[in-house]
Antibody, heavy 129, light 106 residues
Framework: QVELVQSGAEMKKPGASVKVSCKAA????????IDWVRQTSGQGLEWMGW????????GYAQKFKGRVTMTRDRATNTAYLDLSSLTSEDTALYFC??????????????????????WGQGTLVTVSS | DIHLAQSPSFLSASVGDRVTLTCRAS??????LVWYQQKPGKAPKLLIY???TLQSGVPSRFSGSGSGTDFTLTISSLQPEDFATYYC?????????FGQGTKVEI
């Protein structure tokens, strides 16, 4: 079945970096984007960015630009999230998700509807001195 | 950035109830809206996309409607496994935002 399996919990000190992995199984890894979303009690669900496993192209949320890097290894069907200069506000549950899209055309006009499914199980990153 | 406001934040209901959750966008998003269900300790699960299209495998008691700025998620007859937090999500110019969630509890 289609699934995303993430790496285990991390404990980091302020100023450090963290790398979270997300291994895809059950589908063509290159055919769908991988998105990263984090969840905190204060901010709720927060989208961080996307990556195309096919091309390696990325797009990051403005808030994280300069601190985040999303990469992939097509040989192992694994996506990675790198977040640097960690602070306590980066303490969160980090999810990867498969980004899908459906095309609907009517009268010569097409719309593209995106969704995230499935999601990985989440990786808890705790930043504390 | 487009902001999504969900209401209510908490909803107390009983098995068998019909419940309606609301998501309001700060500007017109057509029908580019998605709904997820999240249970404690689990990842969100896709329920509905394009505002009203039920994801495969999702029970038909779930339905979505709306367009523009106002959207609803309806559960026609609440089941024990439906007690969870529900989030709406929208896509705008290569950026996603989520609502703050509605927790449905007994």
């Amino acid at each position: 079945q289609v699934e995303l399996v993430q790496s285990g919990a991390e404990m980091k000190k302020p100023g450090a970096s963290v790398k979270v992995s997300c291994k895809a199984a059950g589908y063509n890894f290159s055919a769908y984007d991988i998105d990263w979303v984090r969840q905190t009690s204060g901010q709720g669900l927060e989208w961080m960015g996307w990556m195309s496993p096919q091309s390696g192209k990325t797009g990051y949320a403005q808030k994280f630009k300069g601190r985040v890097t999303m990469t992939r290894d097509r040989a192992t069907n694994t996506a990675y999230l790198d977040l640097s200069s960690l602070t306590s506000e980066d303490t969160a549950l980090y999810f990867c998700a498969r980004g899908g899209v459906v095309e609907r055309c009517r009268g010569g006009t097409c719309k593209y509807y995106n969704w995230f499914d499935p999601w990985g199980q989440g990786t808890l990153v705790t930043v504390s001195s | 950035d487009i902001h999504l406001a969900q209401s209510p934040s908490f909803l107390s209901a009983s098995v068998g109830d019909r419940v309606t959750l609301t998501c309001r966008a700060s500007q017109d998003i057509s029908n580019f809206l998605v709904w997820y269900q999240q249970k404690p300790g689990k990842a969100p699960k896709l329920l509905i996309y394009a505002a009203s299209t039920l994801q495969s495998g999702v029970p038909s008691r779930f339905s979505g409607s709306g367009s523009g700025t106002d959207f609803t998620l309806t559960i026609s007859s609440l089941q024990p496994e439906d007690f969870a937090t529900y989030y709406c999500q929208q896509f705008d110019t290569y950026s996603w935002t989520f609502g703050q969630g509605t927790k449905v509890e007994i």
